[in-house]
């Protein structure tokens, strides 16, 4: 059973362009949902975890800058700019009630710099 | 400096054949994850451990937090098996983090 959607699954994005991301989760029994990327080295790091709609957060990195949203129980975004290499990023659940419970990851949005 | 130290980085085997992948941890962690990135790029949960060990059919991992490592076996190896395996660690006081190892890029050969 499919827990988190993603969409787009990939853009080729003008250097220069932002983009908006979406992840909807399926299951309200894993509210906790957090931002990973993947870099062209194949390196995943976690960026963002967010709890409650309204909480935004924004981090700077190499080669991209993010701001993500939890807009409601449901959906995440994540709108990427100053994107200069291109990367996956995924989205994750898990479940309320223990610290280090297991995280589920959803398919990934592939970004392309063109 | 790096957490999550994972190996081989590479690995080849002949079907019908088994290994082992191994992560060594810097400091202690409070659980483990392994996954599989299948062909289509997604993140394949196979275990999730806070100790001890666990099977799935040709699958089976251990975790041991206190020596700071972590295994993956794979044994009786199959062309479907074929992808890139990483370990991921849960440390911290919010556990929502997953620190990643490198990743190892398994290809089983007929």
């Known amino acids: 059973v499919t827990l988190l959607e993603q969409n787009p699954r990939w853009r080729l994005v003008p250097r220069g362009q932002a983009v908006n991301l979406r992840c909807i989760l399926k299951?309200?029994?894993?509210?906790?949902m957090s931002w990973y990327q993947q870099d062209l080295q194949k390196q995943l790091q976690w960026l963002f975890t967010?709890?409650?709609?309204?909480?935004?957060?924004v981090k700077s990195l190499p080669g991209a800058d993010y701001l993500a949203t939890r807009v409601t129980d449901t959906e995440l975004r994540l709108q990427v700019a100053n994107m200069s290499q291109g990367r996956t990023l995924y989205c994750t659940c898990k479940t309320t009630g223990a610290n280090y419970a297991e995280q589920f990851f959803g398919p990934g949005t592939r970004l392309t710099v063109l | 400096g790096d957490q999550v130290e994972q190996s081989p980085s590479a690995l080849s085997l002949h079907e019908g054949t088994g290994s082992a992948l191994r992560c060594n941890f810097t400091t202690t962690m409070r659980a483990v994850q392994w996954f599989r990135k299948n062909s289509r790029g997604s993140l394949i949960n196979l275990f999730y451990?806070?100790?001890g060990t666990k099977e799935n059919g040709r699958l089976k991992s251990a975790f041991d937090s206190k020596e700071r490592y972590s295994t993956l076996h794979i044994r009786d190896a199959q062309l479907e098996d074929s992808g890139t395996y990483f370990c991921a660690a849960l440390y911290g006081s919010s556990g929502n983090k997953l620190i990643f190892g490198i990743g190892t890029l398994l290809s089983v050969k007929p």
């Open positions: 451990l806070a100790s």
């Open positions: 967010l709890r409650s709609p309204g909480d935004k957060e």
């Open positions: 299951n309200s029994q894993y509210p906790w």
